[in-house]
């Protein structure tokens, strides 16, 4: 086969530039323009990679679908508003509901969110506002929030456990620890990206101005980027959520009833609720589970489709 | 202030290392290096190896790249250079969806609803054709098998290859593409011969940024995998990996020396998290791949 009609194969040729440089140099021979059997044979073999890669496509899609409707589907018969308002029965069992549980998750993620995106904001204004071009400590920096991004969740959930937990036991707050761990460098990463989009002329017309470099920050630069900034938090937190392994080892003895107080003892929480009765055998306990991970996936694909529009709507505004 | 928010995050990555490394040093002290390659893990009898784990690991992470990787690289393509702007602007969401799901809600379907239906459809069939390769054995009567979690785990990797992949064909250059148009080049053509050449290095780093996942999923693996103790050559077995067996034996421990060894798993697995992370930041060159993850 021959995929360009000079013959040349520009994957054996590897840099696609030199392909196309090469092309002209055979332009003196004379070109035959009709359709030759290798040429309805070409077209063929593009037509199949356009299927299998349109069928892909679809496949996933498929998936997805498969998935949320699998969701909806088993979660639906065990959802009433008292399964909303009810915490779970004492000893397992059927009926009661997953009140403890939402409130705890929400609790858990919350002060999760209070320490990872300050932290986070701040990391990224250092990283694109102060640290100088060549600074050591920034690319440390940098490189620390990619390795602690491709940190297994599991991992997280032992060092919390070893820091935290060992010798204290379960707490909400070591769940919120363990929680922040995860989202830092999702956000630090995406308000860094945002910041990147700042206009540098918003920056030079401050300086221009004699505005010192922290007021520039919180009276230029910020708003500028604050609904990027929200967007990516919003995301971040959504995928801390749903996050399980992270809160296994550090907030799963918990008893059945609403804890408001994260500190000194486990709270409910849905992902190890979830995960303990999925594991467990009782008919009961994984129709309670289906409800869980219908109102959790909820949360979280509104939260996604939500973050998408916002930042769409607030791209449409910046290009104008 | 800003640097001290950078300071704490350096920070907590190295006292992650120190945590996992000082839990697990009764364990080092005790098997060494030996604790990589022997295969028993019977916490009641004093003996365990990250032989088995590390099996399970390596075989359903292969699994899930072997079909993940050319199905989301596929997905690209189409969100590419195929899809009606429209469509793309809904199927790329939706995709990227896919991994939003949280991996605990995942592992419910995959144990309630995939399991079984693997168990009833999908292993027969293959047994019955390929039953002469060992890795298509007998099938197990419940689905929880190596098979069913490297299915769970192609799933969550495709939307990391595909999503990736996608924002790295959308910045081969116009001009190259018509060119190669121009000189007649079917669209297959234009794919081999200028896209994926430009593009190779970042989806090569946006691979390995999805085996990095498949490596490190413990919960929706622990579901699904069955948590079997034994070395099998069929992949319809039960089986561990090291983030399923933390997950699982971790609520249950049996003796200090029992928590020490799964601290070690978890230095193993720190130890490739990071490795992986290094290698997609070597061979992604001039594309950031990364940022792609966040969202």
């Known amino acids: 086969m021959s995929p360009l009609p000079d013959g040349t194969d520009p994957v054996d040729s590897a840099p696609a530039e030199s392909a196309m440089e090469s092309a002209p140099a055979d332009s003196t021979a004379p070109a035959d323009l009709t359709a030759s059997g290798n040429l309805r044979r070409r077209a063929a073999i593009s037509r199949v990679v356009d299927a299998s890669a349109t069928a892909s496509a679809l496949l996933a899609v498929a998936v997805l679908g498969v998935l949320v409707f699998g969701v909806v589907k088993q979660g639906a018969s065990s959802l009433s508003f008292d399964f909303l308002t009810e915490n779970p029965p004492q000893f397992g069992g059927p009926g009661g509901g997953i009140a403890s549980a939402i409130v705890g998750t929400v609790l858990i993620v919350t002060l999760a969110a209070m320490m990872a995106v300050p932290i986070g904001v701040l990391a990224a204004l250092y990283l694109t506002e102060f640290a100088g071009r060549r600074s050591g400590f920034a690319r440390v920096l940098k490189m620390a929030l990619d390795l602690m991004q491709g940190l297994p969740t599991v991992v997280v959930g032992l060092f919390v456990f070893g820091l935290l937990v060992a010798g204290h036991g379960n707490s909400g707050f070591a769940g919120s620890v363990a929680l922040a761990i995860v989202m830092l460098p999702l956000i630090a990463r995406s308000s860094q990206e945002v910041l990147l989009l700042v206009p540098h002329s918003l920056r030079e017309a401050a300086e221009a101005l004699g505005v010192s470099r922290w007021r520039t920050v919180v009276g230029v630069i910020l708003p500028a980027a604050l609904s990027g900034i929200v967007t990516g938090s919003i995301l971040a937190i959504a995928r801390a959520a749903g996050e399980t392994a992270p809160l296994l080892f550090v907030d799963s003895l918990y008893t059945p009833g609403v804890q408001l107080n994260l500190f000194g003892h486990a709270v409910p929480n849905i992902p190890v609720m979830i995960f303990t009765l999925s594991e467990g055998a009782d008919p009961s306990g994984v129709a309670r589970a289906w409800g869980a991970a219908l109102v959790l996936l909820a949360v979280i694909l509104a939260a996604n489709i939500g973050a998408r529009v916002l930042l769409a709507r607030s791209r449409r505004r910046t290009m104008g | ?295």
């Open chain 2, 1 to 295: 202030m800003c640097a001290l928010a950078g300071a704490l995050a350096v920070l907590t990555l190295v006292e992650v290392a120190y945590q996992l490394i000082t839990g697990a040093s009764l364990s080092v002290s005790r098997f060494g290096p030996a604790f990589l390659v022997h295969t028993g893990w019977k916490p009641n009898f004093g003996v365990f190896g990250a032989g088995t784990v590390l099996y399970g690991t390596a075989v359903t992470a292969l699994m899930a790249m072997t079909l993940a990787t050319p199905l989301g690289i596929a997905i690209a393509l189409y969100l590419s250079m195929l899809a009606p702007r429209g469509i793309r602007a809904v199927v790329g969401p939706l995709v990227e969806m896919l991994a939003a799901i949280p991996s605990v809600i995942l592992g419910l379907w995959g144990v309630i609803v995939l399991a079984p239906f693997v168990q009833q459809h999908v292993e027969p069939g293959l047994h019955r054709v390929f039953g002469f390769i060992p890795i298509f054995g007998e099938p197990q009567t419940t689905g929880l098998s190596l098979f069913t979690a490297g299915l769970i785990l192609t799933i969550m990797v495709v939307p990391i290859v595909a999503s990736l992949s996608r924002d790295l064909f959308l910045t081969v250059p116009r001009d190259l593409k018509e060119g190669a148009e121009a000189l007649g080049a079917t669209r297959w053509e234009v794919i081999r011969g200028v896209v994926l050449p430009t593009t190779a290095s970042g989806v090569a780093a946006a691979t390995v940024l999805g085996l990095g996942r498949a490596l490190g999923e413990a919960i929706a693996v622990a579901q699904v995998i069955g948590d079997g103790n034994v070395i099998h050559a069929s992949l319809f077995a039960p089986g561990a990996t090291l983030a399923s067996r933390i997950a699982l034996d971790f609520q249950f421990v049996v003796s200090k020396l029992h928590t020490a060894s799964l601290f070690y798993l978890a230095v193993i697995l720190l130890v490739i998290g990071l490795v992986t992370n290094l290698i997609a930041q070597a061979i992604a060159g001039r594309f950031d791949v990364q940022r792609g993850l966040v969202r």
